[in-house]
């Protein structure tokens, strides 16, 4: 596949009719591997080992109703007590973070109203906090450690 700005870890890999897949460590499963699934089981990989962020507070594919119709998170961490506290988006390494990326985060964030906001394409990353007090964000120069969020 492609080479990240995230750490390497221990790959699973198989092949299942034909298609090669991932083993992903949240879902307990393996998927297809396609260029944004390579970012993101490196990502959840790197929050786990790196950031200290619990699995049992991530959760991949999460479903949410906006407007009517039905949308996927690529990942949402969650607190102690199930709410929601931050929306993460990949993108293909090939594909450039852009305002588009951070609009369609945005939307998602208008049903789960959570702290953070997190777009990688496994190459860049960028991390904002919301301040709705004050309707507005900030930038974050890295990756929040679990234990500072």
Not at 95 to 124: C, E, T, W
Request: charged fraction near 20%; proline fraction near 5%.
């Amino acid at each position: 596949m492609f080479a990240l700005n995230l750490p390497a870890f221990d790959l699973k890999i198989i092949k299942r009719n034909g298609k090669t897949c991932i083993f992903d460590v949240l879902r307990r499963r393996y998927v297809a591997l396609t260029p944004e699934e390579w970012v993101r089981q490196h990502f959840v990989h790197f929050l786990l080992t790196q950031k200290g962020y619990p699995a049992a507070l991530l959760a991949n594919e999460v479903s949410l109703q906006l407007n009517g119709t039905s949308k996927r998170c690529d990942s949402v961490l969650y607190d102690r007590t199930a709410s929601p506290r931050m929306i993460i988006e990949y993108k293909a390494p090939h594909v450039a973070i852009s305002p588009k990326v951070f609009a369609q985060i945005s939307r998602y964030n208008m049903a789960l109203h959570v702290d953070y906001l997190i777009v990688s394409n496994g190459l860049h990353h960028y991390c904002c906090r919301m301040d709705y007090a004050h309707f507005s964000y900030s930038f974050l120069p890295d990756i929040p450690a679990y234990a500072d969020l």
